[in-house]
């Protein structure tokens, strides 16, 4: 498949987000693809935001399997996945989505909503769909977006879900690679902050100035914020985790599932005992973790300290004040970390953090609640 996306420069600093010459359009004919779970708030209350976590970026799995590993751009949002994907995909992809949906029904007992926009319609709608790569470390690198599109892509859907509905007859899905064995991650410096940042200045940037302050009230170091820090990490008990995963699987005696289990049996001691046989595996987890992303909006999951997060909060509601950004914050003293490994191998791993008890979902309810009283 032609992939456009491959052919784009990465940059490295993520501070250099917002220089859009780093952005390159998305061809029309490509396919702005929405996933999302319905009724995560609830799923909150109940305790199950590490599930929602779990749906989300299975939905993504999904289609990255059904699409052979192909590298396409995404961002995970806590609740599910946009990912944009090329036309000669789509038939592959739509009936991942469907087997998707009747996966997380029937093993989740959870709703996933999804939805496919072509670049064109979007552009229709005076918006436009901008991807930029940024490097994580080595060969691995995380999409980011402008223009707009991917939020009207997600009004579009939610507004006529059953018009973007994926067509046909839906597949038995793949979750090879996808796993979620960690215990919630312990702040290291006192507080773990969920951030999402909307920008309202329309001409204006404000988020180059924004990144700056938050640089700044970061001690000029937002690596060191990264909540991964795998020396302290724990690897959840083999039983639960072996419970947990079956789920991926839609019997007991799959060859997958079993295969699965002996890596869950192998790397508990390894990790437990900090064992060096996947020295250079671990070494590169924090690296290959997406705390940081842009996707029309600002998104950062922070290990702070107190006082690191006191300022953040001060800068956030200056700036909202000036009526340049809107803006949420869920702050709690866990990181949750679900990971895509179809292998061990430098830049073939990618593993996504949100925060602990409800994370980007309720900082995203707190800043459409601002919008509103904003009159937005």
């Not at 052979?68 to 789509?90: K, Q, S, Y």
């Not at 902050?193 to 009230?217: C, F, H, K, P």
Request: proline content about 4%; glycine content about 8%; overall charge neutral.
């Amino acid at each position: 498949m032609p992939n456009f996306y491959n052919r784009l420069e990465p940059f490295d600093r993520f501070a250099d987000v917002t220089n859009m010459r780093h952005y390159a359009p998305v061809p029309d004919d490509w396919y702005v693809v929405i996933t999302d779970v319905r009724g995560s708030t609830q799923a909150i209350k109940d305790g199950r935001y590490r599930d929602v976590n779990t749906v989300g970026v299975a939905g993504l799995i999904a289609v990255k399997n059904a699409l052979n590993g192909m590298d396409f751009p995404f961002v995970f949002g806590g609740d599910g996945v946009t990912m944009l994907i090329p036309p000669e995909g789509r038939e592959a992809v739509e009936s991942a989505l469907l087997g998707m949906q009747t996966h997380a029904n029937y093993y989740f007992r959870m709703s996933l909503r999804v939805g496919l926009v072509k670049v064109a319609e979007v552009r229709r709608h005076d918006a436009d769909v901008l991807v930029a790569r940024h490097r994580l470390a080595g060969t691995q690198c995380l999409a980011m977006f402008r223009g707009g599109g991917l939020t009207v892509a997600e009004k579009l859907v939610k507004g006529d879900t059953e018009r973007y509905a994926p067509q046909g007859k839906e597949t038995e899905v793949s979750f090879e690679g996808l796993s979620c064995r960690w215990r919630p991650i312990e702040t290291k410096n006192g507080r773990i902050l969920a951030i999402l940042v909307q920008d309202l200045a329309g001409v204006e940037n404000a988020y180059t100035e924004l990144l700056s302050r938050l640089y700044e009230a970061l001690d000029g170091d937002m690596q060191h914020a990264n909540p991964v820090h795998i020396e302290d990490m724990a690897y959840k008990p083999f039983i639960r985790t072996a419970i947990e995963e079956k789920r991926f699987h839609s019997r007991w005696l799959d060859v997958g599932y079993l295969d699965r289990l002996l890596r869950i049996f192998l790397a508990g001691p390894i990790f437990r005992w900090h064992l060096p046989l996947l020295k250079r595996y671990t070494s590169a987890v924090a690296a290959h973790s997406d705390f940081r992303k842009f996707d029309d909006s600002l998104r950062l999951v922070l290990d702070c300290t107190p006082e690191q997060a006191r300022k953040i909060q001060d800068v956030l509601e200056m700036f909202r004040l000036q009526r340049r950004i809107c803006y949420g914050v869920h702050t709690t003293d866990k990181a949750l970390m679900t990971c895509y490994v179809p292998s061990i191998e430098p830049g073939r791993h990618i593993h996504f953090i949100d925060a602990d008890k409800g994370g980007y979902a309720l900082a995203a309810a707190q800043m459409k609640a601002q919008l509103k009283q904003m009159g937005y």
